[in-house]
């Protein structure tokens, strides 16, 4: 019998509690609110992301500017599909190539100009390519019935 009540205790439980029903009203410091339109509007401008490149060569003293150039501009003729970068980092001219996302990218691609030119990885922020939209025709859209 004792279990029979203990049962028809909990059966009858969740009946008899009822949740609360109402508004909650956040009021906050409007400087708060501030600093994340603020932060949203920044993030918006950023158009980079953490990724890797190859650098090919850093270089300095007399005629590293121009040579710097040189370098870049016989990659891109060799590399047309591949941007290439020149960093200043006092005192070094560096050319870095590629906007890679993974580490194993660079490294192929590291591994397929290596002959020409002698570099290694590094992180970087890059430039990525926007995604890519397709564009259906009407007749994608519509589902064959046949």
Known sequence: MRHFWLLLLALAAPCLLAAQQG???????????QMVEKHIELNSRVKTIPGFRVQIASLSGANSKTN????RDRFMLDYPGVQ??????EPNFK?????????LE??????QINETYKGYITRDNINPEPPVQEEYAPDDLESSDE
């Not at 710097?68 to 370098?71: E, R, S």
């Not at 290439?84 to 980092?89: E, N, S």
């Not at 050319?95 to 580490?103: A, E, N, P, S, Y």
């Not at 660079?106 to 591994?111: C, E, K, P, T």
């Open 95 to 103: 050319v870095k190539v590629g906007d890679f996302r993974t580490r």
């Open 84 to 89: 290439a970068y020149i960093v200043y980092d």
């Open 68 to 71: 710097a150039f040189n370098l």
């Open 23 to 33: 508004r909650v009203t956040v009021r906050g410091d409007v400087g708060v609110n």
């Open 106 to 111: 660079a490294y192929a691609f590291l591994q």
